[in-house]
């Protein structure tokens, strides 16, 4: 019998059948290695799906309604130094105090995930912001109780802007 230069002589011997059964056998163990494969894969991105939604979905949550409290006493804030009505400015200072109260609930909640020290930095970073825009904020609503709107304007308009766009700027970056 002649040698094939394509095949071995173990594989040329064998019948036709045999060499099908042989071929079909190794496409079985091809299609379950790419399987396993594919399968670990899968188990790889459920994991990364598990921990983004548990862990860094929240925490987007979380810094979203901070910044909507931070945006929404600035708001209040700004009407407060514009109104010379007390019966608005008790409405307006409710509104801030909850407003606040919002967003120390959700940074606080945010900062107990936030486990690296890049994020931590963030956060003093936000906190000596919101810290000096509560300064000024405080500045503004004591001007504006006291019948001082133009001061209060002034106030509100130049410190408390700036430390209030500090602040979310440090939310941004969180």
Same mark, same amino acid.
């Given at each position: 019998m002649r040698r094939s230069p394509v095949m071995p002589d173990r594989l040329a011997r064998l019948g036709l059948a045999?060499?099908?059964?042989?071929?079909?056998?190794?496409?079985?163990?091809?299609?379950?290695?790419v399987g396993a494969v594919g399968l670990v894969g899968l188990n790889q991105v459920g994991n990364r799906t598990g921990e983004l939604s548990g862990r860094w979905l929240p925490g987007v949550a979380q810094l979203?309604?901070?910044r909507a409290?931070?945006?929404?006493? &600035?708001d209040h804030e700004i &009407?407060?130094?514009?109104?010379?009505?007390? $019966?608005y400015h008790a409405e307006y200072e409710e509104?801030?105090?909850?407003?606040?109260?919002?967003?120390?609930?959700?940074?606080?909640?945010?900062?107990?995930?936030?486990?690296?020290?890049?994020a931590a930095q963030r956060l003093?970073?936000?906190?000596?912001?919101w810290t000096a825009y509560l300064q000024a904020q405080q500045k503004v609503l004591q001007?504006? &109780?006291?019948?001082q709107q133009q001061d209060a304007a002034d106030i509100s308009d130049?410190?408390? $802007?700036?430390?209030?766009?500090?602040?979310?700027?440090?939310?941004?970056?969180?």
């Open positions: 045999a060499r099908l059964n042989l071929g079909f056998g190794l496409g079985v163990v091809l299609a379950v290695a979203a309604a901070g409290a931070v945006l929404e006493a &600035r &009407r407060h130094s514009r109104t010379s009505d007390r $019966s509104k801030i105090t909850a407003a606040l109260k919002t967003v120390e609930t959700e940074l606080g909640a945010y900062a107990a995930k936030a486990s690296d020290e890049e003093a970073d936000f906190r000596k912001a001007l504006g &109780r006291g019948g130049g410190a408390a $802007s700036m430390h209030a766009e500090e602040a979310l700027a440090a939310l941004e970056q969180l």
